[in-house]
Protein backbone atom coordinates (compact mmCIF):
# COMPACT_ATOMS: atom_id res chain seq x y z
CA UNK A 1 0.00 0.00 0.00
CA UNK A 2 0.80 3.54 -0.53
CA UNK A 3 1.99 5.63 2.67
CA UNK A 4 -0.09 9.42 3.09
CA UNK A 5 1.16 12.16 4.34
CA UNK A 6 -1.00 15.20 4.87
CA UNK A 7 0.14 18.78 5.41
CA UNK A 8 -1.04 22.38 5.16
CA UNK A 9 -4.10 22.65 7.77
CA UNK A 10 -4.31 25.39 10.48
CA UNK A 11 -6.32 27.85 11.78
CA UNK A 12 -8.03 30.84 9.32
CA UNK A 13 -10.61 33.03 9.50
CA UNK A 14 -13.67 33.16 7.30
CA UNK A 15 -13.29 34.03 3.86
CA UNK A 16 -9.40 32.79 3.67
CA UNK A 17 -8.37 30.34 1.67
CA UNK A 18 -5.84 27.18 2.77
CA UNK A 19 -3.94 24.69 0.05
CA UNK A 20 -3.43 21.23 1.50
CA UNK A 21 -0.97 18.30 0.80
CA UNK A 22 -0.49 14.96 0.41
CA UNK A 23 2.58 13.05 -0.38
CA UNK A 24 3.07 9.37 -0.88
CA UNK A 25 5.41 7.00 -0.75
CA UNK A 26 6.12 3.55 -1.03
CA UNK A 27 4.59 3.73 -4.68
CA UNK A 28 3.77 5.70 -7.42
CA UNK A 29 0.05 7.71 -7.56
CA UNK A 30 -0.05 7.50 -11.19
CA UNK A 31 -2.53 4.51 -11.06
CA UNK A 32 -4.46 5.55 -7.87
CA UNK A 33 -7.38 7.44 -7.70
CA UNK A 34 -7.56 10.46 -5.20
CA UNK A 35 -9.85 11.78 -2.94
CA UNK A 36 -10.29 14.33 0.12
CA UNK A 37 -12.52 13.68 3.26
CA UNK A 38 -13.69 15.66 6.06
CA UNK A 39 -14.79 14.88 9.74
CA UNK A 40 -16.08 17.04 11.88
CA UNK A 41 -16.37 16.44 15.76
CA UNK A 42 -19.63 13.89 15.88
CA UNK A 43 -20.19 13.43 12.31
CA UNK A 44 -19.33 10.68 10.35
CA UNK A 45 -16.26 11.17 7.85
CA UNK A 46 -17.46 12.72 4.47
CA UNK A 47 -16.21 12.71 0.56
CA UNK A 48 -15.36 16.72 -0.07
CA UNK A 49 -13.52 15.68 -3.57
CA UNK A 50 -11.94 12.98 -5.72
CA UNK A 51 -9.72 12.66 -8.81
CA UNK A 52 -8.90 10.33 -11.58
CA UNK A 53 -5.80 8.99 -11.89
CA UNK A 54 -4.89 11.27 -14.80
CA UNK A 55 -6.26 14.02 -13.51
CA UNK A 56 -8.79 14.25 -16.18
CA UNK A 57 -11.54 14.07 -13.82
CA UNK A 58 -13.21 15.55 -10.78
CA UNK A 59 -15.90 15.21 -8.41
CA UNK A 60 -16.81 17.55 -5.59
CA UNK A 61 -19.36 17.30 -2.56
CA UNK A 62 -22.37 19.96 -3.38
CA UNK A 63 -21.06 21.51 0.13
CA UNK A 64 -17.50 22.89 -1.57
CA UNK A 65 -18.06 22.75 -5.45
CA UNK A 66 -17.31 25.92 -6.50
CA UNK A 67 -14.98 26.86 -3.91
CA UNK A 68 -12.48 23.83 -3.40
CA UNK A 69 -9.97 22.42 -6.35
CA UNK A 70 -8.77 19.30 -6.45
CA UNK A 71 -5.48 18.24 -8.59
CA UNK A 72 -2.60 16.13 -8.73
CA UNK A 73 0.66 16.29 -9.71
CA UNK A 74 1.41 12.42 -10.16
CA UNK A 75 5.83 13.38 -11.10
CA UNK A 76 5.97 14.76 -7.29
CA UNK A 77 3.72 11.98 -5.76
CA UNK A 78 1.26 14.55 -4.71
CA UNK A 79 -2.38 15.72 -4.49
CA UNK A 80 -3.57 18.82 -3.56
CA UNK A 81 -6.81 20.74 -2.41
CA UNK A 82 -7.27 24.34 -2.96
CA UNK A 83 -9.82 25.51 -0.71
CA UNK A 84 -11.17 29.16 -0.95
CA UNK A 85 -13.88 31.34 0.99
CA UNK A 86 -13.45 28.73 3.71
CA UNK A 87 -16.57 29.01 5.90
CA UNK A 88 -17.00 28.13 9.97
CA UNK A 89 -18.53 24.39 8.39
CA UNK A 90 -15.79 23.57 6.44
CA UNK A 91 -13.54 23.25 10.18
CA UNK A 92 -12.66 19.26 10.52
CA UNK A 93 -10.04 16.95 10.09
CA UNK A 94 -9.05 16.48 6.51
CA UNK A 95 -8.24 12.84 5.34
CA UNK A 96 -6.43 12.43 2.16
CA UNK A 97 -7.26 8.50 0.57
CA UNK A 98 -6.90 7.06 -2.36
CA UNK A 99 -7.32 3.28 -4.22
CA UNK A 100 -5.61 1.83 -7.40
CA UNK A 101 -8.68 -1.26 -7.51
CA UNK A 102 -11.14 1.10 -9.35
CA UNK A 103 -11.28 3.56 -11.84
CA UNK A 104 -14.16 5.21 -10.58
CA UNK A 105 -14.30 8.28 -8.32
CA UNK A 106 -16.01 6.81 -5.12
CA UNK A 107 -17.78 8.91 -2.82
CA UNK A 108 -17.75 6.54 0.24
CA UNK A 109 -14.88 5.51 2.82
CA UNK A 110 -15.17 2.04 1.58
CA UNK A 111 -13.77 2.72 -1.45
CA UNK A 112 -10.11 3.62 -0.76
CA UNK A 113 -8.15 1.81 0.66
CA UNK A 114 -5.01 3.78 1.81
CA UNK A 115 -5.59 6.82 4.00
CA UNK A 116 -3.04 9.71 5.67
CA UNK A 117 -3.45 10.44 9.39
CA UNK A 118 -5.38 13.68 8.78
CA UNK A 119 -4.86 17.47 9.00
CA UNK A 120 -6.56 19.77 11.29
CA UNK A 121 -8.61 22.58 9.45
CA UNK A 122 -10.39 25.52 11.71
CA UNK A 123 -12.49 28.16 10.25
CA UNK A 124 -13.16 30.78 12.84
CA UNK A 125 -15.80 33.37 12.12
Known amino acids: QVQLVESGGGLVQAGDSLRLSCAASGRTLSNYVMAWFRQAPGKEREFVAGISAGGTVRRYSTSVKGRFTISRDNAKNTVYVQMNSLKPEDTAVYYC??????????????????WGQGTQVTVSS
Open 97 to 114: AGTDQTFIIGLDVDNYDS
